[in-house]
């Protein structure tokens, strides 16, 4: 609230202090008007409901008190501000009118018309704070009201992760025969949970809390596990991947999609490390939703040992990849290619 979108209205049946009160209100740079009946301010104010005035509001009115000009206008559901004036000093009138939510009140004795400006000077402050708390207090309570949905989401979305890794480690479990297979089986386990501990690490760096964009996740991911493997600087990483933002319940499942086909091709492709070893990972978002992940090698290709191995791995991709109704298809020529396919309704960051 300030004085170019405020206006005064003064409120008084005595045409001369109106006509004075007017014009040091207006020689101080105010916008004013003046009534002089109780009727006729409640109607100027319904006028002007959309940029209520302040008033300046006469207890004496001819066709009742000001009180009484606030009552009804509280009937009519206004709410406006006012600076109450009165003729004669009454403390428990002041009391009364300041409970009723006065901004200001006055005493039409010899000097009052040269402290208007002073007044509204302060009683525009004094809204202006009012309305800015005002506001801040809204704002506030609407981002209380976010973060208690967002916890929420948090522990939905927390119980939904460790019923998922618990799915996997009793599939896990099952396969494990002997220490070796016990030792790799964890190094998988502990492969799969840092990749769902990127997703919620990417959600608390991103601006947008339901979803995440791929290309850092995707770079994230992939430094990981060749730190893991040992395969950094031995293996040509190569990216191309747009920026595409995917909601959580989607990002989960291809991030382990990723985890998945990443470590298959850093464990299996390369038996034997040459300069030429290249790891490609696609991303793009196409027309009409469709986004398109590919994942290809050009090592020695996924052998039928090798298939055998990664039975669970190949078995879990292809169950993450009915989880986003995702299209798979592996092909084995030149190195090993993994293509899915899948909708999403996500734009390009």
Avoid: W
Wanted: some cysteine; overall charge negative; charged content about 20%.
């Amino acid at each position: 609230m300030n004085r170019l979108d405020t206006r005064i209205l003064i409120v008084d049946d005595d045409q001369g202090v109106c006509g004075l009160a007017l014009r040091s209100l207006k020689q101080a740079g105010f916008r004013a008007m003046a009534v002089g009946s109780g009727e006729q301010a409640i109607a100027a104010v319904q006028a002007e409901r959309d940029t209520m005035p302040i008033l300046l509001l006469d207890q004496r009115l001819p066709d009742m008190s000001g009180k009484q000009v606030l009552e009804k206008l509280g009937e009519l559901e206004l709410s406006v501000p006012f600076v109450m004036m009165t003729g004669q000093g009454d403390e428990r009138l002041a009391v009364e009118m300041m409970k009723l939510g006065a901004v200001d009140y006055l005493i039409k004795d010899i000097g009052f018309i040269e402290l208007l400006p002073a007044v509204f000077e302060r009683a525009f402050r004094i809204l202006t704070t009012e309305q800015q708390l005002a506001e801040t207090r809204e704002q506030l309570q609407r981002q209380l009201a976010e973060k208690e949905v967002l916890l929420r989401e948090v522990h939905h979305r927390v119980k939904n992760n460790l019923a998922i890794m618990s799915s996997l480690l009793d599939l896990q479990a099952a396969e494990v025969n002997s220490a070796d297979q016990a030792m790799q089986a964890l190094e998988k386990s502990r492969d799969r949970i840092l990749a769902m501990a990127l997703v919620h690490q990417q959600l608390y760096d991103s601006v947008e809390s339901s979803s995440i964009g791929m290309k850092n996740y995707i770079s994230d991911i992939c430094d990981q596990l060749l730190f893991a493997y040992a395969k950094t600087g031995t293996v040509n990483l190569k990216l191309q991947v747009q920026d595409v933002l995917l909601g959580v319940n989607i990002a989960i499942p291809v991030g382990l999609i990723l985890n998945e086909l990443i470590t298959n091709a850093l464990k299996y492709a390369f038996p034997q490390l040459s300069p030429d070893d290249q790891l490609i990972i696609e991303l793009a978002l196409e027309q009409g939703g469709l986004c398109r992940l590919q994942v290809a090698d050009n090592g020695v290709g996924i052998s039928a040992k090798a298939q055998a191995a990664e039975a669970l791995g190949l078995t879990m991709v292809r169950m993450l990849a009915g989880q986003v109704d995702g299209q798979l298809e592996i092909s084995v020529n030149k190195g090993t290619s993994v293509l899915l396919l899948f909708n999403v309704e996500d734009r390009i960051a």
